[in-house]
């Protein structure tokens, strides 16, 4: 089946960037199906670029977990499965645990306005129908904590773990009905970092993404 969707030219990318986005999206929107297979002549021709770009954008997706590298018959788009939700979010609790409870330690009055603001942000986001704009004010505000740890290896491993999360972010974005309590949630770990409660925002941190493990695996199941 011929894929529906175009490549957008950006001056300001390289072309495997460009690439990149454009195969992630159409991902993500569900474009490309879960168990679809990504050919490379096929996608260069329909985005009218070399393979080589095709290649590097299909390597970086199988890094975030989008495609699967199959032997004997190529890449295809990964299907999304409760056992790889779980895995994925156990990692993320384990280490944003940590971070919030660093964060309460050490951050300062100007990280908590920060937060104050992304917070603010994320809910403008929210009447948009960009799921990608909603998905990036959520990881802003959660950068803002990851930043306030002062702790390098720490913020390494989440940025590199937020590849693997994003899918998974974006599915749990997509259920409007979740809004309120999200919104609740993020002024609730605001509180208890600006007041220093590292044992309130650490169970906090803790539901906030078992709140998001079980929207998902909702998700999941009903396919």
């Known amino acids: 089946m011929e894929p529906k969707f175009d490549v957008t030219?950006?001056?300001y990318l390289p072309l495997r960037d460009v690439v990149f986005n454009t195969l992630r999206q159409a991902i993500l929107r569900g474009e490309l199906k879960p168990g679809e297979r990504l050919m490379e002549i096929q996608l260069a021709n329909k985005l009218g670029v070399s393979r080589t770009p095709i290649r590097e954008a299909i390597r970086k997706l199988e890094l975030e977990g989008l495609v699967l590298m199959i032997p004997r018959k190529g890449a295809e788009v990964a299907e999304i499965t409760e056992k790889n939700l779980r895995d994925v979010l156990e990692v993320r609790a384990a280490l944003e645990e940590l971070a919030v409870q660093l964060a309460c330690d050490r951050i300062d009055k100007e990280g908590i306005e920060n937060l104050?603001?992304?917070a603010e942000n994320f809910k403008?986001?929210?009447d948009s129908d960009d799921i990608t704009k909603i998905a990036e004010?959520?990881?802003a505000?959660?950068?803002i904590i990851y930043l306030a740890t002062d702790n390098q290896r720490l913020i390494q491993l989440l940025n590199n773990l937020r590849e693997q999360m994003y899918r998974y972010r974006v599915e749990y974005l997509k259920q409007k009905d979740c809004y309120p309590q999200l919104l609740a949630e993020h002024?609730?770990?605001i509180h208890a970092l600006e007041n220093g409660e590292k044992d309130v925002a650490t169970k906090l941190t803790n539901q906030h993404i078992k709140n998001q493990v079980?929207?998902?695996s909702g998700v999941i199941r009903n396919k």
């Open 9 to 11: 030219m950006n001056e």
């Open 116 to 118: 104050k603001r992304a």
């Open 124 to 126: 403008s986001t929210l």
């Open 137 to 139: 004010a959520d990881v």
């Open 141 to 143: 505000f959660h950068d």
């Open 187 to 189: 002024q609730q770990i």
């Open 214 to 216: 079980s929207a998902v």
